[in-house]
């Protein structure tokens, strides 16, 4: 099993070029399944997820080639329904091919996701919405399998909860449904205006008719395009985060900067010098980081997928933050971790009581999930020796080339089997 090695304590300085973004890809990749034409898809990241992703869609029988940077996706023989267990057990967002197949076929049997390390993760919203649309469901040994008797049709759905990925399902299978549906209480995360996006360049009817609302008109056929995916907000926010826990200089690069406004306006207040440009934000760690209370909360708020990174940042702080996780139940997973290097950090329900002044010590850490597992990088990037991080294919599922770029910015990182 590969592990990762850092030596710290390096100051990170140079120029980082942002992937394209996991999470707007998983949607726009699951959502090629409504078309019967070409889709070349650029800018999609070299993850682990992204191969999953593919192996489901080639399971299912889309045709994939890649051509240099790009994807072509062909799916006019595209005729499975069936999304096996292997292929969604290790990643959650294989439940993203439902609304697409029953918009297609009008029938689909997919693997429940299960339960991760961050929490139950249920798909509960998914299948309530999904039902308002004439579907109908059962869960036999692990399987949702579901049927739309009159194929799907549009109708008034209103999310119980802001959840990003039953907003995606949705969306995606509305666009195919007989007549309009109208969404409120959506998630309006980037990756879904990127969906969006995406699936009006193909030739579907969406239209915004509030802040967090949409109106579908369904389509019966969309067109042959080229889409290039947005850029990876968290791992933008990963590096900015990076270079204030190692009071480095660095420039994030092939990003659009309004888009993490939140995380920006977060690391000024606690002291970091940043500068921003057209497409690049640059950052000036402070050697004195200002301690701050934070809470994630569903886009524009703070992300959950940056409170781990945050939270090493905030031991480094002059005094006590306090960060409240309000989207997962269990995502505190690297608090062990990090408590291991010298962190003080107490749980307390949904918040984290993080002491400052905390100089992290090397150590020989256990990666648990994707984000859980950079926040033991950033802390091993500011620790003054060698620490060891193991299972890194958690790693490996959302960071592209992550020890080449941190290398490029002069970390001492390698990967050892
Ligand atoms: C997506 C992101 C993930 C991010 C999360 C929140 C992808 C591939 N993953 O995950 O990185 O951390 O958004 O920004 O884009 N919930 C239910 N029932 C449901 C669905 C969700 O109770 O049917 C709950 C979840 O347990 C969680 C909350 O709603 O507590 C938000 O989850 P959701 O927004 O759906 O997250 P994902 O789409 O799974």
Redesign the pocket.
């Known amino acids: 099993m590969q592990k990762l090695e850092v030596f710290g304590a390096k100051k990170l300085k140079g120029q980082i070029n942002i992937s394209g973004s996991?999470?707007a890809s998983?949607p726009i990749l699951a959502a090629t399944l409504l078309s019967k034409n070409q889709i070349t898809l650029k800018n999609l990241p070299n993850v682990k997820d992204i191969d999953t992703m593919m192996s489901l869609l080639d399971s299912l029988g889309s045709k994939i080639k890649k051509v240099k940077d790009k994807i072509i996706i062909n799916n006019s023989r595209q005729k499975k329904t069936f999304a096996s267990y292997n292929l969604v057990k290790t990643m959650?967002?294989g439940i993203l091919v439902l609304g697409p197949l029953l918009a297609k076929f009008g029938n689909a049997k997919v693997s429940l996701p299960g339960g991760c390390a961050i929490?139950?993760?249920?798909?509960?919203?998914?299948?309530d919405a999904l039902s308002k649309l004439g579907v109908k469901y059962k869960i036999i040994q692990g399987y949702v399998h579901a049927y739309a008797p009159k194929g799907l049709i549009g109708n008034k759905i209103r999310f119980s909860?802001?959840?990003?990925?039953?907003t995606e399902n949705l969306i995606i299978a509305a666009s195919f449904a007989k007549g309009s549906t109208y969404l409120n209480n959506i998630?309006i995360?980037s990756?879904i205006i990127d969906l969006i996006n995406f699936l009006k360049n193909m030739g579907c009817n969406i239209k915004w008719t509030g802040k967090r609302s949409l109106k579908i008109k369904g389509v019966s056929k969309v067109k042959e395009i080229t889409y290039p995916v947005m850029f990876d907000r968290i791992e933008a926010g990963t590096y900015l985060i990076a270079a204030a826990v190692t009071e480095g200089n660095l420039k994030i690069k092939n990003i659009v900067p309004k888009i993490i406004q939140t995380e920006i306006n977060i690391l000024k207040k606690i002291g970091a010098k940043i500068n921003i440009k057209k497409s690049e934000v640059h950052i000036i760690g402070n050697k004195k980081i200002k301690s701050i209370n934070i809470k994630t909360a569903?886009y524009p708020g703070f992300?959950?997928?940056l409170q781990a990174q945050m939270m090493v940042l905030l031991c480094r702080a002059n005094k006590q933050s306090v960060i409240k996780e309000d989207?997962?139940?269990n995502r505190f997973m690297h608090v062990a971790e990090l408590n291991r290097m010298g962190a003080q950090i107490l749980i307390k329900g949904n918040k984290a009581i993080v002491q400052g002044n905390i100089n992290f010590a090397p150590a020989e850490l256990m990666a648990t999930d994707l984000r859980a597992s950079v926040s033991l990088v950033l802390a091993a990037l500011s620790a003054k020796g060698k620490s060891v991080i193991n299972r890194i294919y958690h790693l490996d599922r959302g960071y592209e080339n992550i020890e080449k770029k941190l290398k490029k910015v002069g970390a001492k990182i390698r990967r050892v089997n």
């Open positions: 996991k999470n998983l959650r967002a929490g139950t993760r249920p798909i509960n919203i998914h299948l909860k802001i959840s990003v990925g039953a998630a995360e990756e569903p992300p959950t997928d989207i997962f139940e």
